[in-house]
């Protein structure tokens, strides 16, 4: 469905400044290497009226999270650190009850964190079959998109929430008035809703065009946020960033008035300011960019298929889907990918229909070179593959060989 609107401002001032070309979901594996899947336009627009970049089509949320949805958050060491140290930093300075909620809570690793704390903790999330890992492992998780139906659920059985989180969730949500009628009925007066996301600034200055996926509708900088949230008579009151996902944002929101604003909120906005990402001369420059990456990889995979060389993929997150499809980098470069996650293996990529081997198969095959997709976890992928004896190559910001 094309969107014609901002989902953050309502205007329809909208310009394109990246084309991707079409291609299927990102987390749409297949069961067989002969399925067919439907392709949908990767467009991404900026609003002139307040900033925020965002997909022009949205693909039904039915499509990319009911059908055996394939992210499991628990795999990656690097994540459940992160995710602890979440739960340290914000749990004693904002808890006024004993409940937090998370939307979009995968298999609850973070409501794990904050439940070692002490918290009372629910889940919500709409893949089922994710939920089914959550609620075994004693995360008590809905199966659902959260809604004003779940709120009022989860507050007459329970109480409102202290502490409601959307990380890496919100930047997935169209409807996003729909999405704060549900928080008002949940969040207690004092409580926050803390959200976290890819940083736009970053996403801008080091090419990670990756990132950009048909489950990221929005593109996340704090210009944008702060109007959007003032409708909703919410202000944000703090801004952190943080070395995550290629570098984010943790964004503190709350009912007008009931925190002191924080520094690091004009601090940041004018951080956008001068880099200029809400410029569209910037953004047409970080576009060329973007087709410059496509072809340096692609030329230096090809260069080393031609010499001989194989060539896989390592790890297979959503965000290498973008990278594979968008480079053409198909059975004709890459012999398969391997994983760690167990949801994935055995499966093919959407679009580029590459096998999905576990991680093992990189050791016993011993390929020549292996192309490091989930690069944001670089360091504990080749720690953690240290006895593979070819090279690595990183694509983003610059494709590279180590």
Request: proline letters at 4%; hydrophobic letters at 40%.
């Amino acid at each position: 469905m094309k969107h014609t609107s901002c989902r953050m401002c309502s205007s329809t001032n909208l310009v394109q400044f990246l084309n991707l070309g079409s291609m299927p979901p990102a987390d749409t594996f297949l069961d067989d290497e002969d399925d067919t899947e439907d392709n949908f336009p990767l467009r991404v627009m900026s609003c002139q009226d307040c900033g925020l970049a965002q997909l022009d089509y949205v693909v039904p949320p039915e499509i990319l999270y009911c059908n055996n949805y394939p992210y499991d958050a628990s795999t990656a060491f690097t994540a459940q650190k992160h995710w602890k140290n979440f739960a340290d930093e914000t749990w004693g300075a904002l808890a006024e009850n004993n409940l937090v909620v998370d939307i979009g809570s995968n298999v609850g690793v973070l409501l794990q964190a904050f439940k070692d704390k002490g918290a009372h903790v629910v889940g919500v999330d709409p893949a089922e079959n994710i939920t089914k890992i959550a609620n075994a492992h004693g995360i008590e998780t809905a199966t659902g998109f959260f809604n004003k139906e779940i709120a009022k659920t989860i507050k007459n059985a329970r109480s409102q929430a202290s502490i409601i989180t959307a990380t890496n969730v919100f930047a997935h949500i169209h409807n996003l008035g729909d999405l704060m009628k549900a928080i008002d009925i949940l969040l207690e007066p004092r409580g926050s809703f803390i959200i976290e996301a890819p940083y736009f600034v970053n996403l801008v200055q080091q090419f990670q065009y990756d990132t950009i996926y048909h489950e990221h509708l929005s593109y996340l900088s704090v210009k944008p946020l702060v109007k959007f949230f003032k409708k909703f008579d919410m202000q944000v009151y703090d801004v952190q960033e943080k070395d995550f996902h290629g570098g984010s944002i943790r964004v503190f929101v709350s009912r007008m008035g009931v925190f002191p604003i924080s520094e690091a909120v004009s601090d940041l906005m004018k951080k956008e300011e001068n880099a200029g990402i809400h410029e569209l001369v910037v953004l047409n420059k970080f576009a060329k960019s973007v087709e410059r990456n496509r072809d340096q990889l692609r030329d230096l995979v090809a260069t080393l298929k031609k010499s001989g060389k194989s060539i896989v993929a390592v790890s297979a997150p959503a965000k290498g889907m973008t990278l594979l499809n968008y480079c053409g980098l198909n059975k004709d470069y890459l012999d398969f990918v391997t994983e760690k996650a167990k949801l994935k293996i055995g499966k093919f990529t959407p679009g580029t229909h590459l096998q999905v081997l576990p991680d093992s198969e990189l050791i016993t095959r011993k390929p020549d070179y292996a192309l490091l997709l989930a690069w944001n976890f670089a360091d504990e992928i080749i720690k953690n593959l240290k006895d593979f004896t070819g090279k690595f190559i990183v694509p983003i910001p610059t494709p590279r060989v180590v």
